[in-house]
T-cell receptor, first 116, second 118 residues
Framework: AQSVTQPDIHITVSEGASLELRCNYS??????LFWYVQSPGQGLQLLLK??????LVQGIKGFEAEFKRSQSSFNLRKPSVHWSDAAEYFC??????????????FGTGTLLAVQP | GAVVSQHPSRVICKSGTSVKIECRSL??????MFWYRQFPKQSLMLMAT?????????EQGVEKDKFLINHASLTLSTLTVTSAHPEDSSFYIC??????????????FGPGTRLTVL
């Protein structure tokens, strides 16, 4: 079955420290991969996405993610966290082909807290 | 670009009444929109896929007569919660696919609607 696992429900880091949020997926083929961020009471904003090519993907706000096929992982990283990064982060996978009704499968999310 | 709006952002209603939530793609056309429900501190649960000009596709366990979806134009989908009850209180989020970019599966999300049923 297709699924996305985010093992860390809640992570706290100090401002300026590095960050890695984990995401593992189960899919029949290499899916399209996404990371979204959600601030409290808001919708989701796309941080970055991977379709093919270079396995290290750069996104907005200084985030990057690395696709590792052998580990079925797509971990999100940031070298230096800012207080404004405190939010909920969702990893999602979608079918590896186009199509109007293709759905995204979301992980359960990781809530990031940033200590001053 | 790729902005999705939702209206209202918050709504409080009495039990038994119906509530309509609008989802609009402001600067692109969306043949397909999605409706999600999110409980506190939980992930998004897909309720249905809204298709312009045709019937919505509901996920298993979602009552289609309870959650009416209309996608009458390429920029507007509506979700009507009929005969709302307190257990319908939740955060409802819509998303839209850009019809010109359906190949990449990216969804653009609205800001969400907080529904409280008293």
């Amino acid at each position: 079955a297709q699924s996305v696992t985010q093992p860390d429900i809640h992570i706290t880091v100090s401002e300026g420290a590095s960050l890695e949020l984990r995401c593992n997926y189960s899919y029949g083929a290499t899916p399209y991969l996404f990371w979204y961020v959600q601030s409290p009471g808001q919708g989701l904003q796309l941080l970055l996405k991977y379709f093919s090519g270079d396995t290290l993907v750069q996104g907005i706000k200084g985030f990057e993610a690395e696709f590792k096929r052998s580990q079925s992982s797509f971990n999100l990283r940031k070298p230096s966290v800012h207080w404004s990064d405190a939010a909920e982060y969702f990893c999602a996978v979608g079918a590896p082909y186009g199509g109007a009704t293709n759905k995204l499968i979301f992980g359960t999310g990781t809530l990031l807290a940033v200590q001053p | 670009g790729a902005v999705v709006s939702q209206h209202p952002s918050r709504v409080i209603c009495k039990s038994g009444t119906s509530v309509k939530i609008e989802c609009r793609s402001l600067d692109f056309q969306a043949t397909t929109m999605f409706w999600y429900r999110q409980f506190p501190k939980q992930s998004l649960m897909l309720m249905a896929t809204s298709n312009e000009g045709s019937k919505a596709t509901y996920e298993q366990g979602v009552e289609k007569d309870k959650f009416l979806i209309n996608h009458a134009s390429l920029t507007l989908s509506t979700l009507t919660v009929t005969s709302a009850h307190p257990e319908d209180s939740s955060f409802y989020i819509c998303s839209a696919r850009d019809s010109a970019r359906e190949w990449d599966n990216e969804q653009f999300f609205g800001p969400g609607t907080r529904l409280t049923v008293l």
